[in-house]
């Protein structure tokens, strides 16, 4: 479950690392949001650049921009339908461009099968 002013883990390879939430889609009053839902947040921490993307044109974000994401991981355990559940260590999302198209071409640890998103599922390399 995350709220409005949660931070949050960005697990892909550009270079921010935390988000805070400030708006939480899929409804007007919406006060919480699970695995699978769109968020919108701001860039509260950055890692500076690599020197290998120097002499490409690859746009950075700085702290204050605002960034959409996807939650894949959240910290709320999460039961299904046939009585398994699954809890992760920590809040996580994956910033997107539009709502299928991801910033990055990398992505890190696992995602639930529940996302039922091909696109998603084919881009990491561990579905649970």
Known sequence: MLFKQTWVSVSDNTNVRWLRLF???KGFNRKVTTIGYFVKGSVRKVEPPRVEY????FKFNLKGDICRGLVIRTRKTHISCDGSF???KSNNVVLIKKKQQFKSKY???PVPLGLKR???LTL????I
Not at 124 to 127: E, G, I, N, R, Y
């Open 23 to 25: 708006h939480l889609y």
């Open 54 to 57: 120097k002499g490409f044109k």
């Open 118 to 120: 091909k696109k998603i």
């Open 124 to 127: 990491f390399k561990l579905t």
């Open 86 to 88: 699954k809890k992760f």
């Open 107 to 109: 992505l890190y640890g």
